[in-house]
Nanobody, 118 residues
Framework: VQLQASGGGLVQPGGSLRLSCTVSGTIFKIDTMAWYRQAPGKQREFVARISSSGSPYYTDSLKGRFTISRDNAKNTAYLQMNSLKIEDTAVYYC?????????????WGQGTLVTVSS
């Protein structure tokens, strides 16, 4: 199972970005898809997750600015980030849990860097 995260980049404060995370490989199902982030010098923290039925859950501090969604036909999760702040600068990682032949999986993407700076 491979995860490909993309969409990061440099954006000014107040701007927006949309991250994508696409799952590939031999899988039976995708359950929870989630985003985490790790800012410089800090521990990785939870951002948002979305269930297989599309129910989202966010860390409280990001509610209203970030929106997680998924396209099950494309095995892809998205993170729409609006009104970005300097403190949103981090490497963003996707995490996906699901099922594959003979085993479940819990996989991480390689991370995509988001830099918010003027």
């Amino acid at each position: 199972v491979q995860l490909q995260a993309s969409g990061g980049g440099l954006v000014q404060p107040g701007g927006s970005l949309r991250l994508s995370c696409t799952v590939s490989g031999t899988i039976f199902k995708i359950d929870t898809m989630a985003w985490y982030r790790q800012a410089p010098g800090k521990q990785r923290e939870f951002v948002a997750r979305i269930s297989s039925s599309g129910s989202p859950y966010y860390t409280d501090s990001l509610k209203g600015r970030f929106t997680i969604s998924r396209d099950n036909a494309k095995n892809t999760a998205y993170l729409q980030m609006n009104s970005l702040k300097i403190e949103d600068t981090a490497v963003y990682y996707c995490n996906v849990q699901g099922g594959r032949p003979f085993a479940d999986f819990d996989s991480w993407g390689q991370g995509t860097l988001v830099t918010v700076s003027s």
